[in-house]
Antibody
Framework: EVQLVESGGGLVQPGGSLRLSCAAS????????MHWVRQAPGKGLVWVSR????????NNADSVKGQFTISRDNAKNTLYLQMNSLRAEDTAVYYC???????????WGQGTLVTVSS | DIQMTQSPSSLSASVGDRVTITCRAS??????LNWFQQKPGKAPKVLIY???SLQSGVPSRFSGSGSGTDFTLTISSLQPEDFATYYC?????????FGGGTKVEIK
């Protein structure tokens, strides 16, 4: 069974940093591209970042370019999102998600809440 | 970035109704269009990929159509478990984008 379990969310002050993790199991993690998607409270889904299977290529939404960095450790079956210079508008549930290999997301984690507030 | 516009943003319907949701891309995306369903407090779930392919395990009352810039998600006979928010998403560009969502509520 495919499982994606996010961790690392919490309350952080404006300007602070946070690193999210996503532990993957139930599939060959090193074979799949992975994504981060976020959802502000009461709002819609926003794609954040994508990384290819070996970590050599990434794409980021314009809204987080230079601020967020996606990475992965295939030996640990773990996906990461390093978030710096956090602002109130970064407050959201952050979902880790797997790319099917056909260009669409087929599995999602349960999400981890990041709250940016003083 | 490719902008995705969904309409309507919300609708009220009854069990058994046929429901249609529209998604328009700001430029041609061929058939790189996916549909997701999200219930409150839950992660999204893929329904349709590649504009018209039904994801395994998804009921056949869901269908998708379209190509280029205009796409449609149809629920042929709305069931109680279908009351949720629906999102389209393009995967044509390396920068993926979602539509704003359509909330389907009980009439």
């Amino acid at each position: 069974e495919v499982q994606l379990v996010e961790s690392g969310g919490g309350l952080v002050q404006p300007g602070g940093s946070l690193r999210l993790s996503c532990a993957a199991s139930g599939f060959t993690f090193s074979s799949y591209w992975m994504h981060w998607v976020r959802q502000a409270p009461g709002k819609g889904l926003v794609w954040v970042s994508r990384i290819n299977s070996d970590g050599s290529s990434t794409n980021n939404a314009d809204s987080v370019k230079g601020q967020f960095t996606i990475s992965r450790d295939n030996a640990k079956n773990t996906l990461y999102l390093q978030m710096n210079s956090l602002r109130a508008e970064d407050t959201a549930v952050y979902y880790c998600a797997r790319d099917s290999g056909l260009g669409y997301i087929d599995y999602w984690g349960q999400g981890t809440l990041v709250t940016v507030s003083s | 970035d490719i902008q995705m516009t969904q309409s309507p943003s919300s609708l009220s319907a009854s069990v058994g109704d046929r429901v249609t949701i529209t998604c328009r891309a700001s430029q041609s995306i061929s058939s790189y269009l996916n549909w997701f369903q999200q219930k409150p407090g839950k992660a999204p779930k893929v329904l349709i990929y590649g504009a018209s392919s039904l994801q395994s395990g998804v009921p056949s009352r869901f269908s998708g159509s379209g190509s280029g810039t205009d796409f449609t998600l149809t629920i042929s006979s709305l069931q109680p478990e279908d009351f949720a928010t629906y999102y389209c998403q393009q995967s044509y560009s390396s920068l993926l984008t979602f539509g704003g969502g359509t909330k389907v509520e009980i009439k």
